[in-house]
């Protein structure tokens, strides 16, 4: 993990990406949820936190309605995030990068240069050992994103326990 400092001027120990396709389901879900938890482990300061899609298409929209009113239900507002492509940057200022589904890892690994492919991981994967997607939601009903909300919670607060772990270690 690297130190260095968010655009708000914060100083953080580590840096934390959610990747799907549009961002406007999956990863601003995965990014609220994340936050929340971080927030309740008192780790804000110590994680910067962001979301992006693979692809351009909802470009500073908000996030999907059923996104927002399922994350809403649990007390999470994530109304006012806006959707952005993720850029070749990206791959330098994120520590950890994380792909919903196998498609966007191999399109971040495609895109990413060689000496980053070690900050790219499947969500799931990384957080609890199954190598299962994160399924888009997008084109079902309201329970997809119910589903969607309780994976990403779940990987969540595991990746929330382990970081907190690591950063409360004392360095040296």
Same mark, same amino acid.
């Given at each position: 993990m690297t130190?260095?400092? @968010?655009?708000?001027?914060e100083k953080t120990v580590t840096s934390v990406l959610?990747?799907?396709?549009? &961002? /406007?389901?999956? @990863? %601003? *879900?995965? =990014?609220g949820i994340f936050r929340e938890g971080l927030a309740q482990a008192r780790l804000s300061e110590l994680v910067a936190?962001? @979301?992006? $899609?693979t692809g351009n298409w909802h470009q500073g929209d908000a996030p999907d309605p059923r996104s927002v009113e399922t994350a809403a239900r649990y007390g999470i #507002? /994530? @109304? $006012?995030?806006?959707?952005?492509? *993720?850029?070749p940057e990206d791959f330098d200022r994120f520590d950890l990068i994380f792909?919903?589904?196998?498609? &966007? =890892?191999?399109t971040m690994r495609a895109r990413a240069p060689s000496s980053r492919h070690d900050r790219i991981f499947l969500f799931l994967e990384h957080t609890l050992g199954s190598r299962a #997607? /994160? %399924?888009? %939601?997008?084109?079902g009903g309201g329970d997809g994103f119910e589903d969607v909300y309780q994976l990403l919670r779940e990987g969540c607060s595991e990746l929330v326990s382990r970081l907190g772990r690591e950063l409360r270690q004392p360095s040296g």
């Open positions: 130190s260095s400092v @968010s655009g708000d001027g959610f990747v799907c396709m549009g &961002n /406007i389901c999956r @990863s %601003p *879900l995965a =990014e936190v962001d @979301s992006a $899609g #507002d /994530i @109304s $006012g995030q806006r959707a952005r492509q *993720l850029t792909a919903m589904d196998r498609s &966007n =890892e191999a #997607d /994160i %399924p888009d %939601p997008y084109y």
